[in-house]
C-alpha cells in the first residue's frame, strides 16, 4: 500500500517561514514525478513544485520563485519544501504527490498518489 504523509505545517507570520516534508511508503520517490500542490478554500488545486528525475523537469509556480525550494533525501525516502517569506495569500491545504515519470511532471492529473494534506496558515 502507497502512503504518502505530510507534515510541517502551521501557523506562521507574513515574512516568516516553514518547511513541510512528505515521507513516502510503498513507492521509491526517485521512480516517480513527484509534485507539490495547494488548495485555498474556495480555489481548485494548484501545482506549487514538481520534478521529474527521468527527464530532467522542473517547474516552481511563478508566485513561489525565489520563496520556495524543493529538497530530497533518498535515504529517508522523504521530499521537502522550504517555504521562506510566506505571504497571507500562500494560506492553504498544502499536499505532495507522485505520479507516473512518462509525460513530465506538470499537471494534477498526472499524479495517482496523494498525501493527506497539511495546513498552512499565515497571518498578516
Known amino acids: 500500500e502507497v502512503q504518502l504523509v505530510e507534515s510541517g505545517g502551521g501557523l506562521v507570520k507574513a515574512g516568516g517561514y516553514l518547511r513541510l516534508s512528505c515521507a513516502a511508503s510503498?513507492?521509491?520517490?526517485?521512480?516517480?514525478?513527484i509534485g507539490w500542490f495547494r488548495q485555498a478554500p474556495g480555489k481548485e488545486r494548484e501545482g506549487v513544485f514538481c520534478t521529474n528525475r527521468r527527464d530532467g523537469s522542473t517547474y516552481y509556480a511563478d508566485s513561489v520563485k525565489g520563496r520556495f525550494t524543493f529538497s530530497s533525501d533518498n535515504a529517508k525516502n522523504t521530499v521537502y519544501l522550504q517555504m521562506n517569506v510566506l505571504k497571507p495569500e500562500d494560506t492553504a491545504v498544502y499536499y505532495c504527490?507522485?505520479?507516473?515519470?512518462?509525460?513530465?511532471?506538470?499537471?494534477?492529473?498526472?499524479?495517482?498518489?496523494w498525501g493527506q494534506g497539511t495546513q498552512v496558515t499565515v497571518s498578516s
Open positions: 510503498g513507492l521509491t520517490f526517485d521512480d516517480y514525478a
Open positions: 504527490a507522485a505520479g507516473s515519470p512518462t509525460y513530465g511532471c506538470y499537471g494534477v492529473g498526472l499524479y495517482d498518489y
